[in-house]
């Protein structure tokens, strides 16, 4: 089998998530180069991978100003550098993992998907949710026909109180001009739905807003930063020392050297760093809550809710067919009939749940899909190529302009 060859773009979180597929199958693939402009991150990675010095670049730029030293790049890098980088990847020659969002404007999107199908390359996006055994089965179950035709849907991103106040509101998606929160977060989401009901959407309706997460929230005796004497710190339940420095939850973003104590890393962040600050005093302005209405072709109708004050974080899908109806929570999936000779039939996915699993393995079937897409030429082995997901981002910008209208209407502050 001919090995595959990767560029890193981009070493943080996702990209050490994908990249494990390379230690675990070397013979299917190798990572020859990284490009982290993050010294720690650079140097962590390059041990991992075994990368010789020479092949690590601080930026994309410089990368790909050298002559083409692999088959494909895996660029995971943030959202606003993908869409300059991922154009570069296909003109110098590369077929590209690209993490989601493929862009920040439906224009952008558009743009990429006709340089990868006028150079002819294959372009994967990490949807990998399409590779998740739980949502396997629910699609495979949809498909088989027993519960007859799909009439609507109903669907919650619960997004989880920690992961709300950590990415939303203190962190790397905070900000609308960056990415819309129904792109960043729920694209997933939209996704999802495209799939499991096989039909594109016809229109859509929202309505949602930045609620509770700003100044005018903040109570008596709170103060800039958790740590700074902040009189409420004890019983506030988005505390920043309490998730991460007694919790010592959420430090996926925070840099500590490999095998050194983290708690003065920790610390130095909540004094100095972004994910110290209070969550009333953030310079966030994504919604902390979404409702949308859609009309999917075939009549199919569908309400989604995106919810950030949920104690867990969680999707719950009920999908409501003619004959019969299938809901599940991601642990647990649940199928009934409505004729009475057929049981009710429960499947169990609790062992796939849980932060620290790869995404239930999908991190690595979408890898998998990837490598054999580039060896083989042929996008069609990818579930998620570039072109199967531009519905769900034309969705996102769609929902998102209607969502500024309709509050626009009501208030706007709010927008
Ligand atoms: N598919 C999923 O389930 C999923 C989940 C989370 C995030 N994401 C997406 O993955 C991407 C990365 O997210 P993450 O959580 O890994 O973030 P991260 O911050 O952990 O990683 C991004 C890395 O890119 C590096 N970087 C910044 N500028 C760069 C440059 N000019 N050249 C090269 N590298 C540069 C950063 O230093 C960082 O190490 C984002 O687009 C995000 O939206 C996808």
């Known amino acids: ?42 140097e962590q990675y390059r041990r991992r991978l075994n990368i010789s010095e020479d092949c690590c670049y601080n930026s994309w730029e410089d990368f790909f100003r050298m002559p083409k030293q692999a088959d494909a790049v895996f660029l995971c890098t943030p959202d606003d550098l993908h869409y300059q980088p991922a154009l570069c990847a296909l003109e110098k020659g590369y077929d590209i993992l690209l ?54 849907v109903n669907h919650v991103e619960a997004v989880g109180i920690d992961r709300m106040t950590h990415a939303f509101v203190r962190g790397l998606w905070r900000k609308r001009e960056a990415n819309p929160m129904i792109l960043s977060k729920a694209c997933h989401d939209l996704d999802l739905l495209v799939w499991l009901t096989g039909r594109k959407c016809m229109d859509v309706s929202s309505y949602g807003s930045l609620k509770w997460f700003s100044e005018t929230n903040a109570p008596q005796g709170s103060t800039e930063r958790c740590i700074e004497g902040c009189a409420v710190e004890k019983e506030c339940p988005y505390s920043a020392l309490n998730l991460y420095f007694r919790q010592k939850r959420w430090l996926r973003h925070f840099d500590i050297p490999e095998g050194e104590n983290p708690e003065p890393y920790i610390l130095r962040e909540l004094k100095e760093g972004p994910y110290g600050r209070c969550v009333y005093r953030c310079d966030n302005d994504v919604v902390d809550h ?6 999917m072709e075939g009549q199919v109708t569908v309400n989604f809710s995106m919810e950030g004050f949920t104690k867990k974080g969680e999707r719950r899908t009920h999908i409501m067919c003619s004959n019969g109806e299938i809901y599940g929570d991601e642990k647990t999936l649940t199928v009934k009939y409505f004729h009475p000779a057929y049981p009710d039939e429960t499947y169990d996915f609790s062992a796939y749940s849980g932060e620290c699993n790869f995404h239930g393995g999908a991190d690595w079937s979408i890898v998998a899909d990837f490598i054999k897409a580039v060896r083989e030429h042929d996008a069609s082995c990818l579930r998620t190529n570039i072109e199967t997901s531009l519905e769900s981002h034309r969705m996102a910008f769609e929902i998102e302009r209607k969502r500024r209208l309709n509050m626009g209407a009501v208030d706007e502050t709010f927008i």
């Open 1 to 42: 089998m001919t090995k595959v060859r990767i560029a890193a773009i981009g070493a943080g979180n996702r990209m050490n998530a994908y990249s494990e597929y390379a230690l675990h199958y070397p013979e299917e693939m190798e990572i020859v180069a990284v490009v982290e402009p993050n010294p720690i991150r650079r």
């Open 99 to 152: 993490e989601k969002p493929i862009a920040q404007s439906w224009r952008e999107c558009v743009e990429i998907v006709a340089k990868a199908k006028e150079l002819g390359r294959i372009v994967g996006v990490c949807h990998i949710l399409r590779y998740h055994p739980y949502f396997i089965k629910f699609k495979e179950i949809l498909e088989s026909g027993r519960l007859g035709e799909i009439i609507s």
């Open 290 to 295: 979404q409702v949308v209405s859609m009309l």
